[in-house]
């Protein structure tokens, strides 16, 4: 079973349960937006009804926009990382997330972290306003047939992905929206140069090599991050970094834009193969922009890390695309994190697993609304740090943007 298939069957398991008490640790990882949806919603179940009313469920959740629907109560832990840790008294839901994103516990008089977090997105274009000439890149309309494994006594699984052509810019993030099993790491690694498209190979296969350069995407640098790390290194993390990225590493903008953020001074001396998940992360996330290239093709970066550590991951690739004028493809499914990155986003519809298509890249606003139209959920975003929230189904506020097409909602 996949991880996700795992975590959809370890919340199905629980879920049946009688009990009174049912714990959920994470229960969003490995899941892609439209199945976080419904787990939160199945896991809410639990206290729906008059037999809901002596149950009681205790979530812990990185993803906010999930946290968000998921619970009544929030409590906020702070401390040291294996050092010690706080909890909070219960707040409601908006104030518990506001208190734990502004750093500051107002009924303890306790200021925890020393900036607040919000997720305010005029950031890109104003500051990096870019007056000098922009290089525009294309890519043509091309398909992509995948075949399974043979097994003994089975059809063969084929999987298509159509790709419509589209173009991109540098100084620009391009978000990948869509369910697991539509393509976005097949297109990722057609972007890289990994996977040719069928008419490519075609051609190629019949010496026509004016239609073959044709189907080709832009000959460009890479820097490829995975979706899934698999560490063979053995050594410090410090020893790993100065063989694959000697110059980028102790330039000075380098580390105030990407090495002091991503928190990396204190596992510089931990050895690559006991790292956990998130460090592995963040350490792979370093290792990809610190990488020269044209194009970043960033895989599920939010894998693994906490809420923090999300949202100063998704300030250090932003930041860095702008500085550098690059560009970059990012596929993310933590809500918040894909919006406050996405300068344009790519749809992807159809049947996931079987034949899917790339819509070109759009605009924000128009393409979240059209993906939350497939997922049928509409977003508000909170007046005091601008992050977005997920209307509670059939909600007014919910029937309202509905009603009016809005289900992607920007308040300026």
Not at 70 to 95: K, N
């Amino acid at each position: 079973m996949s991880g996700g298939e795992l975590q959809r069957f370890a919340i199905a398991v629980v879920v049946v349960q009688q009990a009174d008490v049912y714990m959920f640790d994470e229960p969003s990882s490995y899941l892609d937006v439209k199945q976080r949806l419904k787990a939160a919603t199945t896991i809410r179940s639990i206290v729906a009804g008059d037999a809901g009313m002596q149950k009681f469920v205790l979530a812990v959740e990185h993803d906010l926009a999930i946290l968000d629907y998921l619970s009544d109560y929030i409590c906020c832990l702070y401390g040291t990382p294996s050092a010690y840790g706080v909890v909070t008294m219960p707040f409601s839901v908006r104030e518990g997330i506001n208190i734990f994103l502004a750093g500051f516990v107002p009924t303890e008089n306790l200021r925890f972290r020393d900036e607040e977090l919000n997720f305010k997105l005029a950031t890109s274009t104003e500051l990096f306003e870019n007056p000098g000439k922009t290089s525009m890149y294309s890519y043509p309309a091309m398909t992509k047939t995948m075949r399974g494994a043979e097994v003994p006594g089975t059809p063969i699984q084929t999987f298509i992905l159509h790709v419509n052509k589209g173009q991109f810019t540098d100084s620009e993030i391009v978000v990948m929206l869509g369910e697991n099993g539509t393509g976005k790491t097949t297109f990722i690694r057609m972007l890289a140069g990994l996977l040719k498209s069928d008419e490519q190979t075609e051609a190629e296969a019949e010496e026509d090599y004016e239609t073959a350069h044709r189907f080709s995407v832009p000959q460009l640098n890479v820097s490829y991050k995975p979706q899934k790390i698999s560490p063979k290194f053995q050594g410090t993390v410090r020893m790993l970094l100065h063989k694959k990225i000697r110059d980028a590493y102790i330039h000075p903008q380098f580390v105030s834009d990407v090495m002091r953020p991503m928190s990396m001074e204190a596992i510089m001396e931990n050895g690559v193969q006991t790292l956990s998940g998130g460090e592995l992360q963040r350490v792979a996330i370093v290792l990809c922009l610190g990488t020269a290239a044209d194009i970043y093709l960033v895989d599920e970066p939010s894998a693994y890390l906490d809420s923090e550590q999300r949202i100063a991951a998704s300030k250090v690739i932003k930041r860095f695309i702008m500085h550098a004028k690059k560009t970059a493809f990012v596929v993310e499914h933590d809500f918040i994190m894909a919006t406050y990155l996405a300068d344009r986003v790519i749809v992807y519809e159809g049947n996931p697993g079987v034949e899917t298509t790339a819509n070109s890249p759009q605009s924000l606003i128009p393409g979240m609304n059209s993906f939350l139209k497939q997922l049928n959920i509409t977003f508000r975003r909170d007046p005091s740090n601008f992050r977005p929230r997920i209307n509670k189904m059939d909600s007014v506020k919910d029937k309202e943007q509905k009603t009016a097409g809005n289900f992607f909602y920007l308040e300026d």
